[in-house]
């Protein structure tokens, strides 16, 4: 095949092509657990999450919320997946082998919000969120009090004692979080996050009509298995509340992953290289929402 500008087109037209149906039939979960934030600039800041208002009875002037001092911001990230292509593989008819990276560099794009957000929930009890504490503490500061939402508890089917002592104490827990006024927020648990060592246990604790104990199982269908290989921990577990406008955690999106490539001849790459260039290019990053949305046990206890 001649390399000019006419075939060059066709040919990476052809690997968009690919690229691009590669992207659409990927697997994804982290809409299960994440929002999707858009970003215009470098970084948002989410200093609203430190004070966010309840409607109350209007009496007298309105009682208006400052925003908090500090600044809670997520700066974007750069990200990018490269193939190389070489001339001689044009001029010998040779493109058909990079149909395969083309849809890899595909799937790998996909899974970016996957692997960001993942990697959220695995650094949980070491990251910190929007009010200083870490997002899985023991301690978050509520008004005059310190709240968890931590445990230890393993998640387990064996007895009723036990599951009530680990699933069922994180779910009422959830549901007994407070605003700064102490009214309730209504939390909703309603999705199971763990990894594949916890896949069977989850399912059989959301699916079984009885626990192994023979006891009748009271938290069958209280909220969906969402299973991921990304999850480090083969004892974490992760309950959430997915049901409110503000999630867990956050994905931030300044530019969604795009097909790019290098195509022009005269450039130095080319010249000195005989290597033309495709990939995916992205911005984006990841954060944490209202840590109130989450409950976490190392599953150590």
Request: charged fraction near 25%; charge should be neutral.
């Amino acid at each position: 095949m001649i390399v000019n500008k006419a075939n060059l087109a066709a040919i990476f037209i052809n690997l968009k092509t690919i690229f691009n149906k590669a992207f659409d039939a990927a697997p994804s979960v982290w809409e299960k657990i994440a929002m999707k934030v858009p970003s215009t600039g470098s970084q948002n800041d989410y200093s609203w999450l430190a004070k966010f208002p309840k409607m109350k009875k209007w009496i007298g002037d309105k009682a208006v919320k400052a925003l908090a001092a500090f600044k809670h911001t997520i700066v974007n990230d750069d990200w990018e997946a490269t193939v190389e292509v070489d001339r001689n593989d044009i001029e010998d008819d040779g493109i058909g082998i990079y149909a395969p990276q083309a849809q890899m560099a595909g799937f790998s794009a996909k899974q970016l919000p996957d692997e960001i957000v993942m990697e959220l929930v695995n650094n949980g009890f070491t990251n910190l969120c929007f009010d200083g504490q870490y997002f899985f503490d023991t301690d978050h500061p509520v008004k005059d009090a310190s709240v968890s939402n931590k445990g230890t508890a393993a998640l387990v089917i064996t007895t009723l004692a036990l599951a009530m002592a680990s699933y069922g104490a994180a779910r009422t827990a959830m549901k007994k979080f407070k605003d700064e006024e102490g009214r309730p927020l209504n939390i909703t648990p309603n999705v199971l996050l763990v990894g594949p060592a916890l896949e069977d246990i989850a399912n059989a604790l959301m699916k079984n009509e009885r626990l192994e104990d023979g006891k009748p199982n009271p938290y069958k269908g209280t909220a969906e298995v969402v299973v991921d290989a990304r999850i480090t921990s083969d004892t974490a577990w992760y309950l959430l509340d997915t049901t409110k406008p503000v999630r867990p955690f956050i994905y931030q999106e300044r530019k969604k992953p795009v097909f790019v490539q290098q195509t022009t001849s005269e450039s130095d790459n080319v010249f000195m290289r005989k290597k033309f260039r495709f990939g995916a290019e992205a911005r984006a990053a990841g954060g944490y929402g209202f840590w109130q949305m989450a409950w976490a046990s190392t599953g150590t206890g």
